[in-house]
Structure formats: C-alpha cells, structure tokens
Nanobody, 112 residues
Framework: QVQIVESGGGLVQPGGSLRLSCAASGSISSFYLMSWYRQAPGKQRELAAR?????ITNYADSVKGRFTISRAKNTVNLQMNNLKPEDTAVYYCNAFNGIDYWGQGTQVTVSS
C-alpha cells in the first residue's frame, strides 16, 4: 500500500508565497516521477510541475519562473512565489511508478 500525504496549503494575498510538501510512503521504495497537479473550480485537473528521480523538471507555462519543484527521494516540495488569484485551486500530489498514486489534495486560495 502507498500513502501520499500533502501539507502546506492555505490563504495568501496576491504576490505572496506558499510552500507545499508531499511525502509518499509505503510498499514502494522509490517513484520515477513525482508531480503537483491542480484543479480550479469548474476546470479540469492540470499539471503544475513534475520532477523525475534524477531531478529533471517540467513546469506548466503558467507557473514558470514563479514555482519551483524540488525533491528528496520520496518527498516533493513546491515553492510558489508571486502567487496570483488564478493560482487558486486544490493542489494534488502524484507519485508515479507505472501506477498513479494520488493524495487527497490541499486547498490554495489567493485572494485579497
């Protein structure tokens, strides 16, 4: 069994910062890919950022230059700076090793 636990969401003003953390544990010792997805109200879930086990990263165009994903084995963090109202969403951690494992999600709200 695999458990994905996220933390770090909350309410922040535009221009502010938040750091999301995710820890994957259980029967799999390592994951090839760990990612953060987000889903805004009324929209489809979309990839925000991902990182491979060797440290290769990819970002959605909408977050490039503002978000930074980092990883230490099966823990992945997402540093979000200069947040905008359009970043408001539920953020989900995903761990992939041939099978997708998802966390429960953490709410990020950017509002004045």
């Amino acid at each position: 069994q695999v458990q994905i636990v996220e933390s770090g969401g909350g309410l922040v003003q535009p221009g502010g910062s938040l750091r999301l953390s995710c820890a994957a544990s259980g029967s799999i010792s390592s994951f090839y890919l760990m990612s953060w997805y987000r889903q805004a109200p009324g929209k489809q879930r979309e990839l925000a950022a991902r990182i491979t086990s060797s440290g290769i990263t990819n970002y959605a165009d909408s977050v490039k230059g503002r978000f930074t994903i980092s990883r230490a084995k099966n823990t992945v963090n997402l540093q979000m700076n200069n947040l905008k109202p359009e970043d408001t969403a539920v953020y989900y951690c995903n761990a992939f090793n041939g099978i997708d494992y998802w966390g429960q999600g953490t709410q990020v709200t950017v509002s004045s």
